[in-house]
Protein backbone atom coordinates (compact mmCIF):
# COMPACT_ATOMS: atom_id res chain seq x y z
CA UNK A 1 0.00 0.00 0.00
CA UNK A 2 2.84 2.54 0.72
CA UNK A 3 4.28 1.71 -2.71
CA UNK A 4 0.50 2.46 -4.27
CA UNK A 5 0.77 5.74 -2.62
CA UNK A 6 3.91 7.04 -2.95
CA UNK A 7 3.66 6.44 -6.98
CA UNK A 8 0.24 8.55 -7.05
CA UNK A 9 2.13 11.05 -4.64
CA UNK A 10 5.05 11.21 -7.99
CA UNK A 11 2.15 10.87 -10.47
CA UNK A 12 0.16 14.03 -9.36
CA UNK A 13 3.74 15.94 -9.00
CA UNK A 14 4.37 14.95 -12.40
CA UNK A 15 0.92 15.82 -13.30
CA UNK A 16 1.57 19.40 -11.77
CA UNK A 17 4.81 20.10 -13.37
CA UNK A 18 3.24 18.86 -16.99
CA UNK A 19 0.16 21.33 -16.56
CA UNK A 20 1.85 24.05 -15.80
CA UNK A 21 4.43 23.90 -19.02
CA UNK A 22 1.30 23.51 -20.96
CA UNK A 23 0.01 27.04 -19.00
CA UNK A 24 3.26 28.85 -20.60
CA UNK A 25 1.18 28.34 -24.09
CA UNK A 26 -2.18 30.46 -24.50
CA UNK A 27 -3.21 27.93 -26.87
CA UNK A 28 -2.40 25.35 -24.47
CA UNK A 29 -3.11 26.74 -21.15
CA UNK A 30 -6.65 25.30 -20.47
CA UNK A 31 -5.56 21.91 -21.10
CA UNK A 32 -2.55 22.73 -18.94
CA UNK A 33 -5.57 23.31 -15.95
CA UNK A 34 -7.24 19.98 -16.64
CA UNK A 35 -4.49 18.18 -16.43
CA UNK A 36 -2.68 19.79 -12.85
CA UNK A 37 -6.45 19.37 -11.88
CA UNK A 38 -6.33 15.70 -12.35
CA UNK A 39 -3.11 15.68 -10.37
CA UNK A 40 -5.05 17.12 -7.52
CA UNK A 41 -7.50 14.89 -7.71
CA UNK A 42 -4.92 12.18 -7.38
CA UNK A 43 -3.34 13.71 -4.67
CA UNK A 44 -6.31 14.25 -2.66
CA UNK A 45 -8.09 10.84 -3.14
CA UNK A 46 -4.86 8.81 -1.84
CA UNK A 47 -5.23 10.79 1.18
CA UNK A 48 -7.76 8.51 2.31
CA UNK A 49 -5.78 5.31 1.61
CA UNK A 50 -2.59 7.09 4.11
CA UNK A 51 -1.79 4.85 7.11
CA UNK A 52 -2.69 7.76 9.35
CA UNK A 53 -5.93 7.74 8.39
CA UNK A 54 -7.98 4.99 10.13
CA UNK A 55 -11.49 4.67 11.32
CA UNK A 56 -15.06 5.74 9.64
CA UNK A 57 -15.40 9.29 11.38
CA UNK A 58 -11.77 10.60 9.98
CA UNK A 59 -12.84 9.39 6.44
CA UNK A 60 -16.32 11.26 7.07
CA UNK A 61 -14.87 13.85 8.34
CA UNK A 62 -12.32 13.82 4.90
CA UNK A 63 -14.83 13.51 2.80
CA UNK A 64 -17.89 16.20 3.76
CA UNK A 65 -14.82 18.65 3.69
CA UNK A 66 -13.76 17.58 0.34
CA UNK A 67 -17.58 17.79 -0.95
CA UNK A 68 -18.08 21.12 0.55
CA UNK A 69 -14.98 22.59 -0.64
CA UNK A 70 -15.70 21.43 -4.37
CA UNK A 71 -19.08 22.41 -4.18
CA UNK A 72 -17.92 25.81 -3.37
CA UNK A 73 -15.58 26.41 -6.01
CA UNK A 74 -17.46 24.83 -8.53
CA UNK A 75 -19.89 26.92 -7.82
CA UNK A 76 -18.51 30.31 -7.19
CA UNK A 77 -16.08 29.60 -10.39
CA UNK A 78 -19.19 29.11 -12.98
CA UNK A 79 -20.63 32.35 -11.33
CA UNK A 80 -18.14 34.55 -11.64
CA UNK A 81 -17.35 37.14 -13.93
CA UNK A 82 -14.36 37.77 -15.76
CA UNK A 83 -14.16 40.57 -15.08
CA UNK A 84 -13.59 39.90 -11.33
CA UNK A 85 -11.63 37.14 -12.19
CA UNK A 86 -8.90 39.62 -10.10
CA UNK A 87 -11.09 39.28 -6.78
CA UNK A 88 -11.16 35.65 -7.11
CA UNK A 89 -7.89 35.18 -7.42
CA UNK A 90 -6.92 36.67 -4.44
CA UNK A 91 -9.59 35.18 -2.56
CA UNK A 92 -7.92 31.57 -3.43
CA UNK A 93 -4.67 32.80 -2.49
CA UNK A 94 -6.22 33.50 1.15
CA UNK A 95 -7.67 30.59 0.94
CA UNK A 96 -4.72 28.51 0.57
CA UNK A 97 -2.53 30.34 3.03
CA UNK A 98 -5.22 30.41 5.55
CA UNK A 99 -5.24 26.25 5.08
CA UNK A 100 -1.66 25.94 5.23
CA UNK A 101 -1.77 28.16 8.54
CA UNK A 102 -4.59 25.94 10.21
CA UNK A 103 -2.37 22.97 9.68
CA UNK A 104 0.01 24.45 11.15
CA UNK A 105 -1.63 25.76 14.14
CA UNK A 106 -2.75 21.87 14.48
CA UNK A 107 0.29 20.65 14.52
CA UNK A 108 1.57 23.25 17.13
CA UNK A 109 -1.14 23.09 19.29
CA UNK A 110 -1.17 19.40 19.26
CA UNK A 111 3.00 18.96 20.45
CA UNK A 112 3.01 15.42 19.38
CA UNK A 113 7.11 15.27 19.56
CA UNK A 114 7.67 17.33 15.98
CA UNK A 115 11.57 17.29 15.44
CA UNK A 116 12.87 20.65 15.40
CA UNK A 117 13.15 20.68 12.46
CA UNK A 118 9.34 19.74 11.77
CA UNK A 119 8.50 22.77 14.30
CA UNK A 120 10.85 25.60 12.92
CA UNK A 121 8.84 24.71 9.48
CA UNK A 122 5.58 24.44 10.68
CA UNK A 123 6.16 28.26 12.69
CA UNK A 124 7.38 29.42 9.42
CA UNK A 125 4.47 28.18 7.30
CA UNK A 126 2.31 29.59 9.94
CA UNK A 127 3.93 33.09 9.79
CA UNK A 128 3.52 32.87 6.11
CA UNK A 129 0.30 31.61 5.77
CA UNK A 130 -1.38 33.81 7.78
CA UNK A 131 0.06 36.68 6.20
CA UNK A 132 -1.18 35.66 3.16
CA UNK A 133 -4.50 34.90 4.22
CA UNK A 134 -5.22 38.49 5.79
CA UNK A 135 -3.13 39.91 3.43
CA UNK A 136 -5.28 38.55 0.48
CA UNK A 137 -8.44 39.22 2.11
CA UNK A 138 -7.86 43.14 2.07
CA UNK A 139 -6.40 42.99 -1.53
CA UNK A 140 -9.90 41.27 -2.28
CA UNK A 141 -11.90 44.40 -0.05
CA UNK A 142 -9.82 46.44 -2.27
CA UNK A 143 -10.17 44.65 -5.52
CA UNK A 144 -13.93 44.76 -5.03
CA UNK A 145 -14.75 47.71 -3.80
CA UNK A 146 -15.78 47.20 -0.14
CA UNK A 147 -12.14 49.41 0.99
CA UNK A 148 -11.70 52.16 -1.51
CA UNK A 149 -9.60 54.43 -0.22
CA UNK A 150 -5.69 53.30 1.16
CA UNK A 151 -5.21 53.60 5.03
CA UNK A 152 -2.03 55.81 5.62
CA UNK A 153 -0.66 57.28 9.31
CA UNK A 154 2.52 58.94 10.67
CA UNK A 155 5.16 56.34 11.34
CA UNK A 156 3.29 53.74 9.80
CA UNK A 157 6.84 51.85 8.52
CA UNK A 158 7.83 51.92 11.82
CA UNK A 159 4.59 50.52 13.73
CA UNK A 160 5.18 47.46 10.66
CA UNK A 161 8.35 46.49 11.05
CA UNK A 162 7.74 46.58 14.82
CA UNK A 163 4.90 43.82 14.44
CA UNK A 164 6.57 42.02 11.88
CA UNK A 165 9.83 41.92 14.75
CA UNK A 166 7.88 40.98 17.70
CA UNK A 167 6.07 37.95 15.52
CA UNK A 168 9.33 37.18 14.58
CA UNK A 169 10.92 37.00 18.22
CA UNK A 170 7.26 34.78 19.24
CA UNK A 171 7.86 32.34 16.21
CA UNK A 172 11.37 31.91 17.37
CA UNK A 173 10.26 31.24 21.05
CA UNK A 174 7.95 28.60 19.70
CA UNK A 175 10.03 27.40 17.42
CA UNK A 176 13.04 26.58 19.80
CA UNK A 177 10.93 26.58 22.64
CA UNK A 178 10.25 22.61 22.64
CA UNK A 179 6.86 21.93 24.60
CA UNK A 180 7.06 24.80 27.15
CA UNK A 181 5.40 27.34 24.90
CA UNK A 182 1.73 28.18 25.98
CA UNK A 183 -1.05 28.65 24.25
CA UNK A 184 -1.32 32.83 24.75
CA UNK A 185 1.87 32.80 23.28
CA UNK A 186 1.06 30.97 19.78
CA UNK A 187 -2.31 32.73 20.24
CA UNK A 188 -0.62 36.22 19.91
CA UNK A 189 1.63 34.37 17.31
CA UNK A 190 -1.18 34.36 14.81
CA UNK A 191 -3.11 37.83 15.66
CA UNK A 192 0.37 39.34 15.08
CA UNK A 193 0.74 37.68 12.23
CA UNK A 194 -2.90 38.37 10.83
CA UNK A 195 -2.22 42.09 12.08
CA UNK A 196 1.22 42.41 10.01
CA UNK A 197 -0.71 41.03 6.76
CA UNK A 198 -3.28 43.36 7.13
CA UNK A 199 -0.73 46.32 7.79
CA UNK A 200 1.24 45.60 4.94
CA UNK A 201 -1.47 45.66 2.55
CA UNK A 202 -3.79 48.60 2.81
CA UNK A 203 -1.55 50.82 2.16
CA UNK A 204 -1.31 49.51 -1.08
CA UNK A 205 -3.15 50.63 -4.18
CA UNK A 206 -5.26 48.93 -6.67
CA UNK A 207 -2.57 50.17 -9.88
CA UNK A 208 0.25 47.85 -7.29
CA UNK A 209 -2.30 44.94 -7.34
CA UNK A 210 -1.07 42.67 -9.97
CA UNK A 211 2.62 42.92 -7.96
CA UNK A 212 0.80 42.28 -4.57
CA UNK A 213 -1.34 39.47 -6.00
CA UNK A 214 1.71 37.49 -7.43
CA UNK A 215 3.58 37.62 -4.06
CA UNK A 216 0.71 36.30 -1.94
CA UNK A 217 0.58 33.63 -4.63
CA UNK A 218 4.35 33.00 -4.21
CA UNK A 219 3.33 33.09 -0.12
CA UNK A 220 0.90 30.97 -0.08
CA UNK A 221 2.38 28.15 -2.53
CA UNK A 222 5.60 28.58 0.30
CA UNK A 223 3.54 27.93 2.74
CA UNK A 224 1.77 24.94 1.52
CA UNK A 225 5.31 23.62 1.11
CA UNK A 226 6.33 24.21 4.12
CA UNK A 227 3.22 22.11 5.58
CA UNK A 228 3.86 19.11 3.32
CA UNK A 229 7.08 18.51 5.04
CA UNK A 230 5.64 19.14 8.05
CA UNK A 231 2.94 16.43 7.40
CA UNK A 232 5.44 14.11 5.28
CA UNK A 233 3.38 14.87 2.10
CA UNK A 234 5.57 14.93 -1.23
CA UNK A 235 2.62 16.18 -3.72
CA UNK A 236 1.86 19.23 -0.76
CA UNK A 237 5.81 20.07 -0.73
CA UNK A 238 6.38 19.75 -4.98
CA UNK A 239 3.25 21.97 -5.78
CA UNK A 240 3.57 24.40 -3.05
CA UNK A 241 7.46 24.63 -4.50
CA UNK A 242 6.13 24.87 -7.90
CA UNK A 243 3.68 27.44 -6.93
CA UNK A 244 6.11 29.27 -4.83
CA UNK A 245 8.70 29.88 -7.06
CA UNK A 246 6.81 30.51 -10.01
CA UNK A 247 5.02 33.47 -8.33
CA UNK A 248 8.40 34.62 -6.61
CA UNK A 249 9.26 34.96 -10.53
CA UNK A 250 6.16 36.46 -11.59
CA UNK A 251 6.81 38.89 -8.98
CA UNK A 252 9.93 40.09 -9.85
CA UNK A 253 9.18 40.39 -13.69
CA UNK A 254 5.75 42.30 -12.46
CA UNK A 255 7.74 44.60 -10.19
CA UNK A 256 10.37 44.61 -13.34
CA UNK A 257 7.49 46.19 -15.68
CA UNK A 258 7.17 49.12 -13.74
CA UNK A 259 10.76 49.26 -12.81
CA UNK A 260 10.43 49.52 -9.01
CA UNK A 261 11.54 46.85 -6.71
CA UNK A 262 9.40 45.13 -4.98
CA UNK A 263 10.26 46.70 -1.78
CA UNK A 264 9.10 50.05 -3.58
CA UNK A 265 5.67 48.63 -3.91
CA UNK A 266 5.26 46.52 -0.69
CA UNK A 267 6.75 49.94 1.36
CA UNK A 268 6.40 53.30 -0.33
CA UNK A 269 3.28 55.26 -1.34
CA UNK A 270 2.97 55.08 -5.50
CA UNK A 271 2.32 58.53 -6.72
CA UNK A 272 4.64 60.41 -4.46
CA UNK A 273 7.52 62.41 -6.65
CA UNK A 274 10.79 62.86 -6.15
CA UNK A 275 10.50 66.19 -6.96
CA UNK A 276 8.41 68.96 -8.42
CA UNK A 277 7.08 67.44 -12.26
CA UNK A 278 6.68 68.88 -15.00
CA UNK A 279 4.08 71.12 -15.75
CA UNK A 280 1.38 70.03 -18.62
CA UNK A 281 1.45 71.93 -21.77
CA UNK A 282 -1.75 71.94 -24.13
CA UNK A 283 -4.89 71.06 -23.95
CA UNK A 284 -7.32 67.57 -23.72
CA UNK A 285 -9.02 68.31 -27.03
CA UNK A 286 -12.20 65.74 -27.76
CA UNK A 287 -13.33 63.86 -30.86
CA UNK A 288 -17.09 63.02 -32.05
CA UNK A 289 -17.14 59.14 -32.06
CA UNK A 290 -18.30 59.31 -35.81
CA UNK A 291 -15.11 61.14 -36.60
CA UNK A 292 -13.07 58.29 -34.87
CA UNK A 293 -15.02 55.73 -36.84
CA UNK A 294 -13.46 57.83 -40.01
CA UNK A 295 -9.99 57.47 -38.99
CA UNK A 296 -10.18 53.71 -37.61
CA UNK A 297 -12.15 52.60 -41.15
CA UNK A 298 -9.81 53.95 -43.37
CA UNK A 299 -6.34 53.05 -41.43
CA UNK A 300 -3.72 50.36 -42.63
CA UNK A 301 -3.12 49.57 -39.39
CA UNK A 302 -4.47 49.91 -35.24
CA UNK A 303 -3.45 49.59 -32.31
CA UNK A 304 -5.49 48.86 -29.28
CA UNK A 305 -3.83 49.47 -25.98
CA UNK A 306 -6.59 47.79 -23.04
CA UNK A 307 -6.77 48.64 -19.70
CA UNK A 308 -8.38 48.84 -16.09
CA UNK A 309 -11.14 50.70 -17.45
CA UNK A 310 -12.12 47.92 -20.54
CA UNK A 311 -12.44 45.85 -17.48
CA UNK A 312 -14.65 47.94 -15.50
CA UNK A 313 -16.91 48.55 -18.35
CA UNK A 314 -16.88 45.17 -19.48
CA UNK A 315 -16.23 45.97 -23.22
CA UNK A 316 -13.85 43.20 -24.04
CA UNK A 317 -16.56 41.69 -26.76
CA UNK A 318 -17.61 44.97 -28.03
CA UNK A 319 -14.06 45.39 -28.76
CA UNK A 320 -13.49 42.33 -30.32
CA UNK A 321 -16.49 43.15 -32.59
CA UNK A 322 -15.29 46.82 -33.38
CA UNK A 323 -11.93 44.62 -34.62
CA UNK A 324 -14.02 42.02 -36.83
CA UNK A 325 -15.38 45.42 -38.29
CA UNK A 326 -11.98 46.63 -38.87
CA UNK A 327 -10.65 43.33 -40.31
CA UNK A 328 -13.63 43.18 -43.12
CA UNK A 329 -12.03 46.49 -44.50
CA UNK A 330 -8.84 44.85 -44.65
CA UNK A 331 -7.51 47.09 -41.41
CA UNK A 332 -4.63 45.23 -39.72
CA UNK A 333 -5.02 45.51 -35.65
CA UNK A 334 -3.39 44.82 -32.77
CA UNK A 335 -3.88 44.44 -29.53
CA UNK A 336 -0.64 46.09 -27.14
CA UNK A 337 -0.70 44.34 -23.56
CA UNK A 338 1.21 45.81 -20.96
CA UNK A 339 2.49 43.75 -17.93
CA UNK A 340 0.80 45.42 -14.97
CA UNK A 341 -2.02 46.50 -17.18
CA UNK A 342 -5.31 45.67 -14.77
CA UNK A 343 -5.43 44.14 -11.44
CA UNK A 344 -4.27 40.88 -11.81
CA UNK A 345 -1.02 39.57 -14.13
CA UNK A 346 -2.56 38.63 -17.38
CA UNK A 347 -5.43 40.26 -16.57
CA UNK A 348 -6.02 41.97 -19.98
CA UNK A 349 -5.10 38.15 -21.77
CA UNK A 350 -7.77 36.54 -19.62
CA UNK A 351 -10.84 39.65 -20.68
CA UNK A 352 -9.56 39.31 -24.79
CA UNK A 353 -9.40 35.36 -24.36
CA UNK A 354 -12.76 35.19 -22.65
CA UNK A 355 -14.19 37.34 -25.50
CA UNK A 356 -12.38 34.69 -28.02
CA UNK A 357 -9.89 37.27 -29.67
CA UNK A 358 -7.33 35.14 -31.43
CA UNK A 359 -3.53 34.72 -29.62
CA UNK A 360 -2.02 35.96 -32.61
CA UNK A 361 -3.38 39.68 -33.02
CA UNK A 362 -2.02 40.19 -29.02
CA UNK A 363 1.57 41.28 -28.39
CA UNK A 364 3.37 42.08 -25.06
CA UNK A 365 5.60 45.66 -24.64
CA UNK A 366 8.44 44.33 -26.34
CA UNK A 367 6.89 42.57 -29.01
CA UNK A 368 5.08 45.89 -30.43
CA UNK A 369 6.82 48.63 -28.82
CA UNK A 370 8.47 49.85 -32.36
CA UNK A 371 5.43 49.19 -34.28
CA UNK A 372 3.86 52.17 -33.35
CA UNK A 373 5.94 54.37 -35.11
CA UNK A 374 3.98 53.76 -37.90
CA UNK A 375 0.53 52.87 -36.80
CA UNK A 376 -2.23 55.19 -37.89
CA UNK A 377 -4.66 54.74 -35.48
CA UNK A 378 -3.69 53.74 -31.71
CA UNK A 379 -6.82 53.30 -29.32
CA UNK A 380 -6.16 53.43 -25.38
CA UNK A 381 -9.01 52.10 -23.63
CA UNK A 382 -8.63 53.03 -20.49
CA UNK A 383 -5.06 52.47 -19.63
CA UNK A 384 -3.62 54.97 -18.13
CA UNK A 385 -0.09 54.63 -16.17
CA UNK A 386 1.15 52.83 -18.86
CA UNK A 387 0.91 54.79 -21.48
CA UNK A 388 2.37 57.82 -20.13
CA UNK A 389 5.47 59.32 -21.69
CA UNK A 390 6.16 61.27 -18.37
CA UNK A 391 7.97 57.60 -17.39
CA UNK A 392 10.43 58.76 -20.48
CA UNK A 393 10.67 62.61 -20.00
CA UNK A 394 10.12 63.78 -16.89
CA UNK A 395 12.81 62.53 -13.80
CA UNK A 396 10.43 63.96 -11.04
CA UNK A 397 7.53 61.79 -12.29
CA UNK A 398 7.23 59.10 -10.01
CA UNK A 399 6.77 56.27 -12.43
CA UNK A 400 9.92 57.63 -14.24
CA UNK A 401 12.15 54.75 -15.83
CA UNK A 402 8.53 52.10 -15.82
CA UNK A 403 8.92 50.86 -19.13
CA UNK A 404 5.51 52.01 -21.26
CA UNK A 405 3.88 51.34 -24.66
CA UNK A 406 4.95 53.57 -26.82
CA UNK A 407 1.59 55.26 -28.38
CA UNK A 408 2.66 58.43 -28.54
CA UNK A 409 4.61 57.74 -31.12
CA UNK A 410 1.19 56.50 -33.10
CA UNK A 411 0.08 59.16 -36.28
CA UNK A 412 -3.33 59.45 -34.16
CA UNK A 413 -3.93 58.40 -30.86
CA UNK A 414 -7.46 58.08 -29.06
CA UNK A 415 -7.67 58.22 -25.52
CA UNK A 416 -11.28 56.28 -24.70
CA UNK A 417 -12.06 57.38 -21.02
CA UNK A 418 -15.00 57.69 -18.83
CA UNK A 419 -13.84 61.22 -17.82
CA UNK A 420 -11.11 64.07 -17.63
CA UNK A 421 -10.05 62.66 -14.05
CA UNK A 422 -6.16 61.51 -12.84
CA UNK A 423 -6.93 57.96 -12.69
CA UNK A 424 -6.31 56.02 -9.87
CA UNK A 425 -2.23 57.26 -9.26
CA UNK A 426 -3.14 60.85 -9.47
CA UNK A 427 -0.51 61.09 -12.01
CA UNK A 428 -1.33 63.34 -15.12
CA UNK A 429 -0.53 61.79 -17.85
CA UNK A 430 1.12 63.73 -20.45
CA UNK A 431 -0.68 61.23 -23.37
CA UNK A 432 -3.57 63.16 -23.09
CA UNK A 433 -2.49 66.49 -24.04
CA UNK A 434 -0.16 65.43 -27.10
CA UNK A 435 -1.22 67.18 -30.38
CA UNK A 436 -1.86 64.31 -32.02
CA UNK A 437 -4.47 62.53 -29.36
CA UNK A 438 -7.94 63.16 -29.24
CA UNK A 439 -10.46 62.29 -26.00
CA UNK A 440 -13.28 60.26 -26.67
CA UNK A 441 -15.40 60.12 -23.53
CA UNK A 442 -17.81 57.67 -22.47
CA UNK A 443 -18.31 54.07 -21.33
CA UNK A 444 -15.40 51.89 -22.74
CA UNK A 445 -18.61 49.45 -23.85
CA UNK A 446 -21.02 52.19 -25.46
CA UNK A 447 -18.37 53.92 -26.91
CA UNK A 448 -17.06 50.20 -29.16
CA UNK A 449 -20.76 49.78 -29.89
CA UNK A 450 -21.31 53.06 -31.42
CA UNK A 451 -17.68 52.98 -33.17
CA UNK A 452 -19.13 49.42 -34.62
CA UNK A 453 -22.42 50.98 -35.60
CA UNK A 454 -20.87 54.08 -37.12
CA UNK A 455 -18.42 51.84 -39.12
CA UNK A 456 -21.05 50.22 -40.56
CA UNK A 457 -22.65 53.23 -42.49
CA UNK A 458 -18.97 53.93 -43.76
Known amino acids: M???????YFAAAVLFIYGLKKMSSPADARKGIV???????????????????HGLDKVIVIAIAMGLGGYLAWTSGKKVEMTDMPQMVALYNGMGGGAAAAIAAVMLIRQDG?????????????????MAFSGSLIAYAKLQGIMRKTIRFP????????????????????AFGGAEYSMGTLTIFFLLALA????MTVPIGGADMPVVISLFNALTGLAVGFE???LENPAMMIAGIVVGSAGFLLTQLMAKAMNRPISNVLFSNFGEASGEAQEVSGTMKEIESSDVAVMMAFAEKVIIVPGYGMAVAQAQHKMWELVKQLQERDVTVKFAIHPVAGRMPGHMNVLLAEAGVPYDIIYDLDEINEEFATTDVTMVVGANDVVNPAART???????????????????????????GKGFSGIENHLFFGDNTR???GDAQQVAGDLVSDIKEI
Open 439 to 441: MLY
Open 196 to 199: FGVM
Open 2 to 8: DFIIQAS
Open 114 to 130: MSQTVQILAVIGALIGT
Open 155 to 174: MQQLVNASTFIITVILGLMI
Open 394 to 420: DPNSPIYGMPILNADASKNVIVVKRGK
Open 35 to 53: WAGVGMVIATLVTFFHPAI
Open 228 to 230: GYV
